[in-house]
């Protein structure tokens, strides 16, 4: 909660603060600074123990519709953690638009104060104001360039997608209030578990897929999953490396919280659906991304089919080790994503060009973006010793263990055919001619930013446990 403030505090002050033109640097390691902190003081609620007698307060908040156990604890330093390292890869954004880095950091903060709500609702209608606490400031980002023409069309189309998802959201709310006579996620699952009647209810099934729906286009999931690589491509890279790590992170830390908590036992209701629509996310994103040559289109499609592997997660909970899943693969690929895009605004900079050729003969001129490349393309592509090796382990294990082997094949050949798209980018690098725009100077600072990321990878990949052994 003491969090919440400050970020909002500092959301407010960024805000301001451009009346008096301050610094980029000034404003984005004051802001980075902040986060880290808040993602610091996080700690003082695991497990209930607070480091200052004084912050000896419940862990519920707003009435109980704000639940910071450690499930919300662990999501929100991930998250923090996140933002902070896209922060400090934003001296390219912020050379674009120098004289808007104010507002813009102001409203990435106020998208991360959403995301946090969002892995602590215990109320669904502080899910809803988390959402869109989050979706507001992306739609105004993805548009921020507005003398190109896709960035305009990705923040209209990624505005006009989310109003409709909001809208099957709020209808599903509404049926799901209708049956139990709730919003609250415990008294919800009180009344489906005590009144077997509710399990053949229309109203609560009707209300249960519209709500499903809506959370499905917030992680991009088929079948609403059309405005991603459009949004994605069309949006400056900064704010598309953020919308695919942090707004994927939070969307599936959501989506479990709430069927885990609330559905688990309407598994007839969805889990024919949801064992569906995972395939179909899991193929049409890896099947689509072969035949990309934008790099932004291309790690597009793939966020869509690692969407998919993350909702074999939610197919299969049955108790928290789903959640430690989940976590554990968002970290995973949210830091393998960020140092791929962070190598696409490096040569993006100086090529003004995204398409896989412009990567052509870049390990013989700028062999650590190569390499930061290699390994962030090893690991979305479930390699060993990279992190994302286990993070799609655990989930086909999990499905093989649940007697999903027909998803876990299925999966298992999407992930083959990832290995084509991402080593396509490999083979760009190291064995084909060298474009004559390929020398990307980098400062020493991204540079470090770069070599964090590649340890990160490995080390998660080295040492899983860490990180799925917190549940």
């Known amino acids: ?12 002050f960024c805000m301001m603060s451009g009346l008096f033109k301050p610094s980029t640097k000034f404003i984005v390691g004051l802001s980075i600074g902040v986060i880290l902190g808040c993602g610091t003081l996080f700690l003082t609620h695991w497990d209930n123990f607070y480091l200052i007698p004084a912050w000896d307060l419940d862990i519920t908040y707003y009435n109980d519709m704000a639940f910071f156990d450690n499930y919300a604890i662990s999501f929100s330093i991930l998250l923090s ?41 215990d109320h669904l209608a502080m899910l809803f104001v988390g959402i869109e606490i989050m979706s507001i400031p992306l739609y105004i980002l993805a548009g921020v360039n507005r003398k190109d023409t896709n960035s305009n069309e990705s923040s209209i189309k990624y505005f ?11 209808m599903g709310m509404t049926l799901i209030y209708g049956e139990t006579s709730s919003f609250h996620l415990d008294l919800i699952a009180d009344y489906i578990q005590t009144n077997p009647a509710a399990v053949g209810s229309p109203i609560l099934a009707i209300g249960v897929l519209l709500v499903f729906a809506g959370m499905l286009f917030k992680v991009s999931a088929f079948p609403f999953h059309f405005w991603t690589p459009d949004v994605y491509q069309g949006a400056p890279t900064l704010v598309t ?23 688990l036992d309407l598994d007839g209701i969805w889990s024919d659906s949801l064992a569906i629509i995972s395939i179909l996310t899991i193929t049409v994103g890896g099947v689509t991304a072969v035949f990309q040559n934008s790099m932004k289109r291309l790690l597009a499609f793939s966020s869509i089919s690692h969407a998919g592997y993350l909702l074999i997660t939610l197919l299969v909970a049955n108790d928290l080790s789903s959640g430690s899943t989940i976590l554990y693969y968002g970290a995973t690929y949210a830091f393998a994503s960020i140092a791929a895009f962070a190598v696409i605004m490096v040569v993006e900079n100086y090529s003004k060009s995204d398409t896989v050729d412009s990567f052509n003969g870049l390990a013989k ?22 992190g994302g090796f286990f993070a799609k382990f655990y989930i086909l294990s999990s499905a093989i263990e649940a007697d999903y082997y027909w998803i876990a094949v299925i999966a298992i050949i999407n992930a083959i055919i990832g290995v084509y798209y991402y080593f396509k980018v490999i083979i760009a ?25 590649v340890l990160v990878i490995i080390l998660l990949g080295v040492f899983p446990d860490v990180v799925y052994s917190l549940f």
């Open 1 to 12: 909660m003491i969090s919440i403030i400050i970020l909002s505090l500092l959301g407010l």
């Open 81 to 121: 953690l996140i933002v902070a390292t896209v922060f400090s890869l934003s001296e390219y954004h912020f050379n674009q638009f120098k004289n808007y880095h104010t507002e813009h950091i102001a409203l990435f903060i106020f998208a991360l104060i959403g995301m946090i709500i969002m892995v602590s609702f």
């Open 160 to 170: 006009l997608m989310g109003a409709f998802a909001s809208g099957l959201l709020l």
């Open 241 to 263: 490396t953020f919308m695919s790590t942090s707004v994927k992170v939070a969307g599936f830390a959501a989506f479990f919280r709430l069927f885990y908590n609330c559905f």
């Open 365 to 386: 001129s700028n062999p650590l973006l190569a390499f930061v490349m290699t390994v962030a393309m090893l690991s979305l592509a479930g390699i060993p010793i990279t």
């Open 429 to 453: 690098m190291y064995f084909k001619e060298q474009n004559a725009t390929s020398a990307f100077p980098i400062s020493i600072f991204y540079s470090t930013i770069l070599a964090i990321l």
